[in-house]
């Protein structure tokens, strides 16, 4: 007996529907499709119906479609992942489509919308969501998959505080270290192509190509990429892949502590100097294993900057929370937390329930992903409708256990006595579809790490330096050798080579003393107290740097230096620019001369 269905209209599109569903009302659109909200008559249950629209336009879109409708069946049942109850095509006179209707469960709102409306969020509303996000990616990424767009706008939350993750179409698998024999002989292959994650939760080793993160994978001979944009797929092998969703996790809860987006980049290269700026200068051990040599040269002309507390920026905050950041948002991927690791903090001790957290029973199959032609996926889309379909026609699809497979959120004292407050977008959310404005949409199609390379290689970064003779008493204050110094503030700048590379001499959490190799050649000896109250970092809007250390030259001479670094914005005639930033540069130092005598005056410096 054939479906029945009837046509709504809603976002200005025709919504061919089953009959069973009543219209209630809009929910939202993005670039891959839109999304209505709809009761079944019966039972009156609420329900989400999501079209993917236009799928057949691009194999990027096809591919994703059928990754996504795919991982939905895999992953269904697990109470913090959207619980798919239905899928449908609708064919025409021909026997064609081009859009898949997606029945999922209704959700009040994404994490985006409750951070963006201002509501106060307790430290337990923290501790629910980044719990339950972490059993959800526990469980994605037991099945050897990394989801890689994980956001706020991708957490679907109700008033209950019951989170559920969504939005699998740049999902990718991973084989994790020493699974390699096991994953070809099972044929997932965990291919991971040119998808990323939106920009300001990607993790640093995606766009500067680390070493440890991805390989290259020699295609067989079988595979024909002919319209690829990118011929060489990557297989993640490292036990460090599927970190780059921890690092994304970090960026909520960051998010979430704080109200706003921890690294908001503009663009690749001011994301990573966002992450630079608060997460301080990476090791040269981690520098070594960045894949990239000029992302390696420009993060090395940038001046020693220390790690900037995270009790600075989030002061209210609870200290383990600050503690698990920390452990999450660690620059290099091997020194990062697991999800495992991450669930047993002491943070989350009010939750945690190792019986509660279960692993998928089965790798995901990403075999499909070898299928390139459109009409190969095309199929492959129709059969997996057909299967899914078959798999649920004996259980009730508005009602029943068929229809919530998943289990309800796990009661806790201190979220019942604080729960969300109603105030949600008065057109609700679903399926990380919320009012798309002021939400940075997952991308299409982007390679990180080539777009890195390609904006520093259209960026002239040029460093400057203001030196003044040390005084050889070693003794001698920092603040007697600013007031040396306060006249000559105006003396003329020197041209300082971009480094080119360096070695650590001593280290520890306050101090460095490294050996510096510039471009030309020339050498010198650079000993940085991170920690000096005399030393004075200083960013604007437009990415200048400006810092103090001391220098000490082969010949034995030590110089105060104020170090200025900064890419030009190629706006103007080059000359202008350069003007233009010497006399920011220095206002700059001035600035933090006055600051540093104001200090020693007032009795706070030696």
Request: net charge neutral; glycine share 6%.
């Amino acid at each position: 007996m054939a479906a029945q269905r009837h046509t709504v209209t809603a976002l200005n599109q025709q919504f061919v529907i089953d009959a069973e569903y009543q219209f209630v009302k809009e929910l939202g659109q993005g670039a891959y499709g839109c999304v209505l909200a709809a009761k079944h008559r019966k039972s009156g249950e609420g329900c989400a119906i999501k079209k993917i629209t236009n799928i057949f336009t691009k194999r990027i879109l096809t591919k994703r479609c059928l990754r996504e409708i795919r991982l939905l069946h895999h992953f269904r049942g697990h109470k913090n992942i959207t619980c798919l109850y239905d899928m449908d095509i609708v064919f025409d006179a021909q026997g064609n489509f081009n859009e898949v209707y997606l029945y999922e469960e209704l959700m009040e709102a994404d994490l985006h919308a409750i951070i963006r409306s201002g509501q106060p969020l307790s430290d337990a509303h923290f501790q629910s969501f980044l719990y339950q996000t972490l059993c959800g990616l526990k469980y994605i990424h037991s099945a050897n998959v990394l989801h890689r767009d994980l956001k706020p706008g991708n957490l679907l939350v109700n008033a209950d505080c019951e989170l559920k993750i969504c939005d699998f179409g740049l999902a990718r698998g991973y084989v994790p270290s020493g699974a390699e024999a096991r994953a070809s002989a099972t044929g997932n292959q965990g291919f991971m192509t040119e998808y990323v994650a939106t920009r300001w939760y990607r993790a640093p080793e995606i766009m500067l190509s680390f070493a440890n993160y991805v390989s290259p994978f020699l295609l067989r001979s079988e595979l024909r990429f002919a319209n690829m944009t990118v011929l060489c797929l990557r297989l993640l092998r490292s036990v460090c892949a599927h970190l780059v969703d921890v690092w994304s996790i970090g960026c909520i809860l960051a998010e979430l502590l704080g109200g706003k987006p921890i690294f908001k980049g503009r663009d690749y290269v001011d994301q990573l100097n966002q992450i630079l700026h608060h997460l301080g200068t990476p090791s040269e051990d981690t520098l070594r294993r960045v894949g990239s040599p000029r992302a390696q040269d420009y993060i090395r002309s940038l001046p020693i900057k220390p790690r900037i507390p995270f009790q600075t920026l989030y002061p209210g905050a609870n200290p383990q929370a600050l503690d698990l950041l920390g452990k999450l948002l660690a620059f290099d991927p091997a020194k990062r937390i697991s999800c495992e690791q991450a669930l047993s903090h002491p943070y989350l001790a009010v939750w945690h329930d190792p019986s509660d957290e279960p692993v998928c029973s089965s790798a995901f199959d990403f075999g499909f992903e070898e299928e390139d032609s459109v009409e190969g996926m095309r199929q492959l889309i129709v059969d997996e409708v057909n299967a899914f379909r078959h798999s649920v026609r004996s259980q009730a699809r508005a009602a029943g256990s068929g229809r919530r497979q998943d289990l309800p959120v796990p009661s806790r004292e201190d979220v019942i006595n604080s729960p969300l407050s109603e105030k949600v977008p008065a057109n609700g959310a679903t399926s990380g579809y919320t009012n798309t404005s002021g939400r940075v949409p997952s991308p299409v199609e982007d390679d990180p790490s080539e777009d890195l390379a390609r904006e520093l290689e259209q960026t002239l970064v040029f460093n400057y330096a203001y030196t003044v003779p040390f005084p050889k008493d070693s003794k001698i204050s920092w603040a007697q050798a600013f007031e040396a110094m306060r006249h000559k503030a105006r003396a003329p700048m020197a041209f300082v080579p971009i480094i080119a590379s360096c070695e650590v001499l001593e280290e520890n959490s306050k101090y460095i003393k490294r050996k510096v190799v510039m471009k030309n050649g020339a050498e010198m000896t650079e000993d940085i107290d991170l920690y000096a109250p005399t030393l004075v970092t200083f960013k604007s809007n437009t990415g200048v740097f400006v810092t103090n250390l001391i220098s000490e030259n082969a010949e034995g001479e030590r110089f105060l230096t104020f170090t200025f670094t900064m890419p030009l914005q190629g706006n103007k005639p080059e000359a202008e620019e350069k003007k233009e930033m010497e006399g920011m540069f220095k206002g700059a130092v001035t600035q933090s001369l006055k600051a540093t005598l104001e200090m020693f005056e007032e009795g706070k410096l030696n």
